[in-house]
């Protein structure tokens, strides 16, 4: 586990620090664990921008508020390393906002302690495999595809056979359907 995480969670009192504390918080343990961001998207530095636009995608809860201060607690470092570890490993921020919220912090911290240990924060093998483990501590590797124009269809493998196959039949279907309302005018 990184070092310092344990020591960086414990320095965070009870009612919370400011973003711009949590912000040099999670910058400290990402240092710590040399973690390298190769998606250009992504920097490997956080700021409070990144807080809020994580908050906003639900991979970080809202801040507790003390008067009008936003406060943030141990959660927010947690997740926020968290997230910034997957997307070193190469997961998309999709798949980091649908698998972080289901998480416990006792399930992260425990899968951030085994990813020192087998480097990987402990949510699948690879970001990009088709079939992912589902034990308690894994996160799915779902696979979205625009069957039409404006529509996704998300799939997880791990729970049907024949992604591609069924993928394959959806667009189809969708064309069709599509085709036929253009056929009648747009009405079904």
């Known amino acids: 586990m990184n070092?310092?995480?344990?020591d960086l969670l414990n320095a965070i009192p009870p009612e919370g620090v400011p973003?711009?504390?949590l912000a040099h918080l999670v910058?400290?343990?990402l240092d710590d664990a040399q973690l390298a961001v190769d998606d250009k998207r992504a920097s490997e530095t956080l700021d409070g921008r990144?807080?809020?636009?994580?908050?906003?995608?639900?991979?970080?809860?809202r801040p507790e508020y003390i008067g009008r201060r936003a406060m943030y607690g141990r959660d927010h470092l947690l997740r926020a390393f968290a997230a910034k570890q997957l997307q070193s490993e190469g997961y998309?921020?999709?798949?980091?906002?649908?698998?972080?919220?289901?998480?416990?912090?006792?399930?992260?911290?425990?899968?951030i302690a085994a990813s020192r240990e087998h480097s990987s924060?402990?949510?699948?093998?690879?970001?990009?495999?088709?079939?992912?483990?589902?034990?308690a501590h894994s996160t799915r590797a779902l696979v979205t595809h625009e069957v039409a124009r404006g529509v996704l269809v998300t799939i997880d493998p791990a729970l049907v056979t024949n992604p591609t196959a069924l993928l394959e039949l959806l667009t189809n279907t969708t064309?069709?359907?599509?085709?036929?309302?253009?056929?009648?005018g747009g009405k079904s």
């Open 121 to 135: 924060v402990g949510f699948g093998a690879t970001p990009h495999s088709a079939a992912r483990t589902t034990a």
């Open 175 to 184: 064309q069709r359907a599509i085709s036929q309302s253009a056929n009648h």
């Open 19 to 21: 973003l711009e504390a």
């Open 3 to 6: 070092a310092r995480l344990p």
């Open 50 to 61: 990144t807080i809020r636009f994580y908050q906003s995608l639900g991979i970080l809860p």
């Open 27 to 29: 910058n400290q343990a």
């Open 92 to 111: 998309s921020l999709a798949q980091i906002q649908s698998a972080l919220p289901t998480q416990s912090s006792d399930e992260l911290f425990d899968a």
